[in-house]
């Protein structure tokens, strides 16, 4: 009785911790397309930003939409405000103003600014080729985000011609996440 026990607990452990979405730094994301392509799905964040901080308790942490990014994307986060150094297509983004004292809003990234982010949270998807494909602006709720999410991994963005094509693609699409 108590292996079984102990094997339960393991399994439960194992399963919970699944249902974590591993994020990593963009170079990690961009390193790890060279060996294994996938798209990547990048959260652009600020410290405080009320709505990202509710996007990663209510839409990240549900096990539907975890277990799809995990699967289907390399996770990156990217604070908007932060200090990270980034180098993507031979560039080098910083945020020379970045001010490790000051509280609440900081000075906006290079970077941030170089994806046309205008507000928070914006999820960015990019290609196989790390190619920014379309940002996506807002709080989305798990059913809301899971029709971007397999649009774009399926690649049937591509097809739309017209915003009456993308618009009956939303209209037809069968949510499957719980939400």
Sequence with gaps: MKIKFVLVSLFMVASISAQEIQWMTLAEA???????????????????????????????????????????????????????????????????NFDANR??????HQFTQFLGVKGYPTMVFFSENGDPIMPLVGYQKPQQLELYLKMIKQGDYQVFSKPEDFENYRKHFIPKFRG
């Design 30 to 96: 961009v390193e790890a397309q060279k060996t294994t392509p996938k798209k990547i799905f990048m959260d652009v964040y600020t410290d405080w930003c009320g709505p990202c901080k509710l996007l990663d308790k209510n839409t990240f942490q549900n096990p539907d939409v975890s277990r799809y990014i995990s699967e289907h994307y390399y996770a990156v986060k990217f604070n908007a405000e932060g200090q990270e150094e980034i180098n993507f297509f031979d560039q080098t983004f910083t945020n020379p």
């Design 103 to 108: 509280k609440g809003r900081n000075a906006t």
